[in-house]
């Protein structure tokens, strides 16, 4: 029967295989759950690629009226590791108005080979010495995944290689759905730092607001904080203008959403709270 259908001794394999991509990727998601700085995150999307053997990531969000991808280790947008020499090189020759990758990124949804970029039709032989240069400092073969958003943002995510071996369609899919977590943790960041800068909320609001969410009422959290229900009410309307929110609930719900404040609270800042005046 194995020589009739040659496929069946090897079907157990394949399941296992399969099932081995799935657990890296769940244990992948699972690390990046409470992460609160970008490089971190950056290492555990270098640490679960490389486990799919790409040693090689760059992530960047070009501006629409930027054409290229500037890769800046300090950009807060920007995080790789690809060699410092072929960065130098890169910009040395220019190579930033004409990368293939970029180009087809905004143009494509979904990952792409760069295999295929470098055989269409449309590549310029000029495009193709970018992807040929790539390759003498070791990027010799990856794959890309462009995001393109509602208001016209794009960024785009880049696995590489340092040898010739095509991708197959599963690794594709799965560093597929990794660079997808990873976009969508960055512009929580990104958000998150907007909102710090926006919308400040003095210490009293935050604790009236956090005792809202809990399900406090106004007389309760006066009780705890030690100030009168007037106070509280004067503090979570305030809330309530700058979050642009119909009701204190609401206003709740987008402090959360937005990481004004955190429900966990520990008892020793209850305690404080109890005691404080402020």
Request: hydrophobic share 40%; glycine share 6%; with cysteine.
């Amino acid at each position: 029967m194995h020589d009739q259908f040659p496929w069946v001794s090897s079907m157990p394999f394949r399941e296992a295989a399969n099932e081995a991509f799935a657990v890296e990727f769940g244990q992948f998601l699972g690390q990046t759950d409470g992460v609160a700085e970008l490089e971190q995150l950056f290492d555990l999307l270098f640490a679960y690629a490389l486990n799919l053997s790409c040693p090689w990531i760059a992530y960047g969000c070009p501006t629409p009226e930027q054409r290229i991808l500037k890769l800046v280790r300090r950009d807060p947008a920007v995080m790789l590791n690809y060699s410092d020499k072929w960065q130098e090189r890169y910009f040395e020759m220019g190579y930033e108005r004409i990368d293939p990758i970029i180009k087809r990124g905004r143009k494509r949804e979904g990952a792409f080979r760069w295999s295929d970029v470098y055989s269409d039709a449309t590549t310029t032989e000029d495009e193709r010495r970018v992807l040929d240069e790539a390759a003498t400092f070791g990027l010799k073969s990856g794959i890309s995944v462009p995001f393109h958003g509602p208001d016209g943002s794009f960024a785009i995510v880049s696995f590489a290689r340092p040898w010739d071996r095509e991708f197959q369609n599963r690794t594709i899919a799965y560093l597929q759905l990794a660079a997808f977590h990873f976009h969508l943790k960055v512009a929580n960041f990104e958000n998150s730092s907007c909102v710090e800068e926006g919308i400040k909320l003095s210490t009293r609001e935050k604790e009236c607001i956090l005792w809202t969410a809990r399900g406090k009422s106004s007389w309760e959290i006066g009780k705890i904080l030690g100030i009168s229900i007037n106070t509280v009410n004067f503090h979570i309307k305030n809330v309530m203008r700058k979050l642009d929110a119909s009701s204190r609930t609401v206003a709740a719900i987008k402090a959360i959403k937005l990481g004004v404040i955190e429900l966990q609270e520990t008892t020793s800042k209850r305690s404080h709270g109890r005691r404080s005046g402020r």
